[in-house]
């Protein structure tokens, strides 16, 4: 309804990653900016922006390295594509991985909050990130809560992600 064409061009981007670059059409051609991953063709839809926003592909290394969805939004006065910082980001697919050791979860993010312990030997799933800090993890029994890490130290045990998550790895 604003009158423009949007165009997007898919290509590799760094270390071989999909991104999709943006321009709009209105009277004259302006890049818009670009988006990780090619979300016409990972999210089956090939009409632009749904509901004035992309989504796309966004990698973490919060934990590990997992993907997920992002959102990406105009901004109201330049029309720029703006990535949603605020973004919860479902990861997926979402691997299993056995604890090696325990590991205090909340049930908010707020390393004050209340929550339990995922006990060793567990089968843990990570759900979500919210891309800096926490990690959504489920245990094979259902129980949920967040687990804070910095640059992949799980802070409250101070372990390695790696040595605690078995499988955990992390691309370049």
């Given at each position: 309804?604003?009158?423009?064409?949007?165009?997007a061009f898919a290509a590799d981007g760094p270390s071989d990653d999909p991104e999709t670059f943006f321009v709009i059409y209105?009277?004259?051609?302006?890049?818009?900016?670009?988006?990780?991953?090619?979300?016409?063709?990972?999210?089956?839809?090939?009409?632009?922006?749904?509901?004035?926003?992309?989504?796309?592909?966004?990698?973490?290394?919060?934990?590990?390295?997992?993907?997920?969805?992002?959102?990406?939004?105009?901004?109201?006065?330049?029309?720029?594509?703006?990535?949603?910082?605020?973004?919860?980001?479902?990861?997926?697919?979402?691997?299993?991985?056995?604890?090696?050791?325990?590991?205090?979860?909340?049930?908010?993010?707020?390393?004050?909050?209340?929550?339990?312990?995922?006990?060793?030997?567990?089968?843990?799933?990570?759900?979500?990130?919210?891309?800096?800090?926490?990690?959504?993890?489920?245990?094979?029994?259902?129980t949920e809560g967040w687990v804070y890490s910095e640059n992949a130290v799980v802070t409250e045990i101070g372990m390695q992600?790696?040595?605690?998550?078995?499988?955990?790895?992390?691309?370049?």
């Open positions: 309804g604003d009158n423009r064409k949007e165009l209105d009277g004259e051609i302006r890049s818009i900016g670009r988006v990780s991953g090619f979300p016409m063709e990972s999210l089956n839809y090939y009409d632009g922006f749904q509901d004035n926003y992309v989504m796309g592909r966004v990698r973490s290394d919060v934990l590990e390295t997992a993907y997920g969805y992002g959102v990406w939004y105009p901004d109201y006065f330049t029309g720029e594509l703006v990535y949603s910082e605020n973004t919860y980001v479902e990861l997926e697919p979402w691997y299993s991985h056995v604890l090696l050791a325990d590991v205090p979860i909340h049930y908010s993010r707020d390393l004050d909050s209340a929550g339990e312990v995922l006990t060793e030997g567990q089968t843990v799933y990570f759900i979500a990130t919210e891309g800096n800090h926490w990690t959504l993890v489920r245990g094979e029994d259902g992600s790696e040595e605690v998550f078995e499988g955990a790895f992390f691309y370049d």
